[in-house]
């Protein structure tokens, strides 16, 4: 037996030799870990640098525009403080349910779904938690989660550069990349900017950029209105030598079709935002396989 004491790193992935009971039992808990995340292909951080571009309304229409091509999808939300994927996926006051000390995805239109808020009693209950109890959160979602075999995990970050992606991006093992959102001003380009600066920093790679609310089409007369400028999406991509991937328009029946629960890509798959995701996936699809 080593002796732990002047050995033991805590990394048991790298020691074959001790027959510490703890450490063997960390070993396993590693090497199921890791035989998880090798049946999930690709894992996709969706982030942005504000609050309110659609980081969520991306993430949900991406993930079902992946299953609509025949992909095997999850949907992972770890915005612990304010998950809107359960209300934007038809699921709010749906509870997880558990087979075998495992935890079960809740499924729409054949996308696996984990959200905090399928832990709590009352959906309205506020979480105080401080970096590490997230952290905890993240770890069992992606490790005790029956996740089975994907394509792709799509996982949606809170706003900003905090606890929740880093902790998603320490933990996560094998292919990983990120998806930035913005919308057209200035100042959330701003805020992007530091989101790709986080990714450098972690060496993320970066699929590309989305912009969002990208222009009101008027459903009377076609007539474009870009509320919000245009182009500052594309300006950004260009300066970061980020590929853009697409625009999506501002159109009040995502808004609608996301408070009810039931995404605009399944209800209106002919509207300019399900053709902008059938252009934005592409890159996704695209994706080479480890
Ligand atoms: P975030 O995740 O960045 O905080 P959400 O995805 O929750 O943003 O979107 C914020 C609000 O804006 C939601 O009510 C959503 O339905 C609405 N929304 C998002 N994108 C659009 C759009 N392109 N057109 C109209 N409303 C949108």
């Known amino acids: 037996m080593t002796d732990k004491s002047q050995s033991c790193d805590q990394k048991c992935s790298s020691c074959s030799s001790c027959s510490d009971h703890s450490c063997s039992e960390a070993r396993a808990k590693?090497?199921?870990?890791?035989?998880?995340?090798?049946?999930?292909?690709?894992?996709?951080?969706?982030?942005?640098?504000?609050?309110?571009?659609?980081?969520?309304?991306?993430?949900?229409?991406?993930?079902?525009?992946?299953?609509?091509?025949?992909r095997r999808v999850g949907l992972l939300d770890v915005d612990i403080h304010g998950p809107s994927i359960p209300t934007m996926m038809g699921l709010k006051g749906a509870h997880a349910a558990f087979a075998n000390d495992r935890i079960i995805p809740l499924e729409v239109a054949n996308v696996k779904v984990i959200s905090v808020d399928f832990f709590l009693e009352n959906t309205d209950d506020a979480l105080i938690w401080r970096g590490p109890m997230k952290q905890g959160a993240i770890q069992q979602f992606l490790e005790d989660v029956e996740w089975g075999e994907l394509d792709y995990l799509l996982i949606d970050c809170p706003p900003g550069t905090g606890d929740e992606p880093l902790s998603v991006c320490q933990l996560i093992k094998g292919d990983t990349h990120a998806i930035v959102v913005t919308t057209p001003q200035e100042v959330a380009a701003a805020d992007v900017r530091k989101s790709i600066n986080f990714c450098e920093q972690l060496g993320l790679p970066i699929v590309g950029i989305i912009e969002n609310m990208s222009g009101f089409v008027c459903p009377h007369c076609n007539k474009v209105t870009n509320i919000f400028k245009q182009g500052g999406g594309e300006n950004l991509a260009a300066k970061a030598k980020l590929p853009f991937l697409g625009r999506i328009p501002i159109d009040p029946l995502i808004a609608e079709c996301s408070d009810a629960g039931s995404p605009m890509i399944h209800k209106h798959p002919d509207s300019a935002m399900a053709k902008a995701f059938a252009d934005i996936i592409q890159p996704l699809l695209a994706l080479p396989e480890e």
């Open 30 to 70: 590693e090497a199921r870990f890791l035989a998880q995340m090798a049946k999930i292909k690709h894992k996709i951080l969706v982030l942005s640098g504000k609050g309110g571009v659609g980081k969520s309304t991306v993430a949900v229409n991406l993930a079902l525009s992946l299953a609509l091509e025949g």
